[in-house]
């Protein structure tokens, strides 16, 4: 056999890489030779790095470890070392038997019902056989701020519907409100409905299902009629899983259980206010600040351990006897007993180490920056002299002040000429004026008569009470045409007549792009920046705090101890309103958060509210546990480093609003109000806080119009934008824009009267409008108020009046 010859390559073989083995992740473990690297690896990388045994051990472990963390937030809530279940009733119909539902709830078996003071259907239920206690709490729909204060501390809401309509009218007015600041864990319950036939019960319960699902998805009925389907809701309530509000988990919060006030020496408005309760959320130190919802922040004196009033298994006091089968125990008056009872001073606040009451900056008004002129500005001066010196001849014995009163016989010609033409114009004035005068005089004396006649005046009172209301309409109606035009024509503005432009428009600037032009942060700041407080990094600072609260680097009084705080230099009207049946709820506030800032919220318009709201009109707010009154800004929310002021909150975009404020460390709800005449509160708006930062820049723009008067090929004259030749010059460096998209810059003036000629990237169309931007930074005013009127409750109306509607032409 022949022997065949070996395969040889071609030229167009193809020719793969060689594989490098120095690089791979096995090669480097072998060389490393069990040595571990000093630098941390990325979190990427170690993952990377584990095989796919061991992510899948680590995965379990991470999901087991969040699976206890929740079994223990439910062990603890109201059992022996946490704080009792705090459950606030809220009926939603004016109908919901909410009596009805706590009394079933006080006959549980082997429970202690414990009945509060001083708050209408407040009591405490104790079951040592379960090993839990609840503490519940009413709150009508119609009283929408202690609905809210409450939900603010609250573990679970318990809202009572009507077995046939659910909720009306104010309680679906609290239900926005309670979604927009942060729904807590929450159940739903229907006493009632057993005297409707059986038909007709199961349409009502099917139509109830379907309302239902629209607001609350997957959520349960609890039927509440007897004694057994109570127990089902308890033990729903207790083991349900909890929902946490961001703002509320990183600070110590409580609802006050008892208070006292101690009035001072100097007088009785002002004193130490002792309130006790259960700490919630975090820790409690004695040296941090407290804030009162709706009274402000204070200082705490000293924190006392008190004999807890809820507990599962009382001491018995020697002298006094207490029968075993005594189901309903009423408290001490005002629990002021059992805060003198065997009372222990946990800590005591360091003056060292306290937090201060300081909110503002105290301006020295002489620390103003003031420079010395350099040699070069002195010869410019010197110069500048010389040349506005001028030869006289003046009689002898004349002083240089005498001399340059002397005035040369052209000035004089040219000064009289300049008189005479002043005189006449002036004369023409008058003679106009006069003739305007004698017209108007003539007009007005027409109506003189008028008012003499006589009418007829309905003597009805209610149509007398319904136009009383009509300069109201009027004033709303002045604000829908504004708005209105400001949709149309955003930002436009006629050039005034009798003020010259570049004197009226003086504080605006021109830019060549707003989104990439330069506009420097500290640059012309108001006064009352000189009172607010800045960080050099807000979320670095913030990282640092929340890392210390996840570490539980705070000391003080644990979760869940019954403690009595001493509050120092309170008002007197914080004891009245909690002797009035309102809560007292407390939280402590973060370092820096009782100092004033520029606070930036993004919020969306609330669609239950259709009027117009002007920007820098005074507003109500709720940013998480605060509330106080303030005149915002809104802006645009991009993402920009410059951002267009709206003067009317849009119902289409969500908006950032600006105001000062006290700090508040985000994530926080944000909900606006505004207050009608009658006292009343309209929620305008909901949202979240997005930062605190003074540098975020608001520009107000504004737009000059003027229409073209004669078109050329690329150029054209424009009129009506100006109105005399100085202002034409004094705004030619600013670029012009037409409506059409065509751009252009100003080449020169015509004649006097404001005509100019412009030059465009191309022709002109007859019916464009020729546009000019000016740009001006804006910043609010300084209206924080944070004391808030309580508002009128709502009235639940079963009907609602028709809506008249308004012919904007």
Not at 502 to 525: A, C, H, M, V
Not at 593 to 620: C, G, T, W, Y
Not at 665 to 673: G, H, K, R, T
Request: hydrophobic share 35%; aromatic share 8%.
């Amino acid at each position: 056999m022949a022997a065949v010859g070996a395969h040889r390559p071609g030229p167009l073989k193809q020719q793969n890489k060689a594989h490098k083995g120095g690089k791979h992740s096995g090669a480097s473990q072998r060389r490393a030779g069990g040595r571990v690297s000093v630098k941390a690896q990325p979190r990427r990388r170690r993952l990377r790095d584990l095989n796919r045994v061991d992510r899948r051990h680590q995965a379990l472990q991470l999901r087991r470890q969040r699976k206890e963390a929740v079994m223990a937030e439910k062990r603890g809530l109201g059992s022996r070392e946490g704080p009792p279940h705090l459950v606030v009733v809220v009926p939603l119909h004016c109908r919901a038997a909410a009596q009805d539902t706590l009394r079933l709830l006080q006959s549980q078996d082997s429970a202690l019902v414990r009945m509060e003071q001083g708050r209408a259907g407040g009591f405490a239920l104790l079951c040592p056989r379960l090993k839990q206690r609840w503490r519940f709490v009413t709150a009508q729909a119609g009283d929408l701020y202690t609905v809210l204060d409450l939900a603010k501390v609250a573990d679970s809401l318990l809202f009572i519907l009507d077995p046939a309509e659910g909720w009306d009218d104010a309680g679906e007015y609290c239900l926005s409100c309670l979604f927009a600041q942060g729904l807590p864990t929450f159940a739903l319950a229907v006493p009632g409905g057993t005297d409707l036939p059986p038909k007709k019960r199961i349409d009502a319960k099917k139509k109830l299902s379907k309302a239902i699902e629209k607001r609350f998805p997957e959520a349960r009925l609890f039927p509440l009629n007897t004694e057994q389907e109570s127990s089902l809701l308890l033990r729903h309530l207790s083991t349900q899983k909890q929902r946490h509000l961001a703002f509320r988990d990183r600070r110590a919060h409580l609802l006050a259980h008892a208070a006292e006030f101690v009035p001072a020496q100097e007088g009785d408005l002002v004193g130490t206010l002792k309130v006790s309760g259960f700490v919630r959320g975090q820790s409690l130190n004695v040296n941090s600040l407290v804030h009162i919802v709706g009274h402000g922040d204070f200082q705490m004196s000293q924190v006392d351990a008190p004999p807890d009033p809820l507990s599962l298994n009382p001491r018995v006091v020697k002298g006094q006897k207490r029968s075993q089968d005594m189901e309903v125990q009423d408290d001490c008056v005002n629990g002021t007993d059992e805060m003198e009872e065997d009372v222990k001073v946990l800590m005591k606040a360091d003056p060292s180490k306290q937090e201060s009451l300081q909110s503002e900056v105290v301006p020295d008004p002489m620390e103003g920056e003031q420079t010395w002129p350099t040699e070069e500005e002195l010869q410019e001066a010197e110069a500048s002299l010389k040349a506005n010196r001028r030869v006289v001849k003046v009689p002898k014995g004349t002083s240089k002040y005498q001399a340059a009163w002397i005035v040369d016989d052209e000035e004089g010609s040219e000064k009289d000429d300049e008189d005479t033409e002043d005189d006449d114009m002036d004369e023409d004035m008058m003679e106009e004026a006069v003739s305007q005068e004698g017209e108007s005089s003539g007009e007005e004396e027409e109506p003189a008569e008028e008012e003499c006649e006589t009418m007829t005046v309905s003597e009805c009172l209610r149509d007398e009470q319904y136009d009383e209301k009509v300069e109201e309409d009027e004033q709303m109606l002045e604000r829908y045409k504004q708005e209105r035009m400001d949709e149309m024509f955003p930002d436009e503005v006629d050039t005034p007549r009798d003020v010259p432009a570049r004197i009226r428009f003086q504080k605006y600037r021109g830019l060549k792009s707003f989104r990439t032009s330069p506009w420097d942060p500290k640059e012309n700041l108001p006064r009352d920046y000189a009172r607010i407080f800045q960080f050099q990094d807000f979320s670095r600072t913030r990282k640092h705090l929340f890392r210390q609260i996840e570490k539980e680097e705070t000391e003080g009084a644990s979760v869940g101890w019954y403690v009595t705080l001493h509050l120092c230099n309170v008002p007197a009207s914080v004891m009245e309103s909690f002797k009035e049946g309102k809560p007292l709820v407390l939280f402590s506030l973060l370092p820096h958060e009782q100092k004033m800032s520029v606070l930036n919220f993004l919020v969306r318009r609330h669609p239950s509210h259709s009027d117009p709201v002007r920007a820098k009109e005074e507003l109500i707010f709720h940013c998480g546990f605060r509330r106080f009154r303030a005149s915002p800004l809104f802006s645009q929310h991009t993402s920009a480093d410059k951002h267009k002021l709206e003067r009317f909150l849009r119902p289409d975009a969500a908006m950032v609003v600006t105001a000062y404020a006290p700090i508040t460390f985000p994530p926080a709800s944000v909900l606006l109000f505004k207050q009608r005449s009658n006292g009343m509160h309209d929620l305008i708006a909901t949202g979240s806080l997005l930062s605190v930062d003074p540098d975020r820049i608001v520009i107000k723009r504004l737009v000059l119009s003027g229409h073209p008067f004669k078109i050329f090929t690329k150029m054209a004259v424009v009129r009506y934008m100006f109105f005399n030749r100085e202002d034409v010059m004094w705004f030619k460096p600013v670029e012009l824009r037409t409506k059409w998209g065509r751009r252009g810059h100003i080449k020169e003036p015509l004649g006097t009267h404001g005509h100019m000629k412009c030059q465009f990237d191309g022709q002109l169309k007859s019916q464009d409008t020729v546009l000019l931007n000016l740009y001006k930074r804006v910043f609010p005013k300084w209206t924080y108020d944070p004391h808030v009127p309580e508002p009128v409750p709502w009235v639940r109306s079963q009907s609602t009046l028709p809506v008249q509607e308004v012919d904007m032409e």
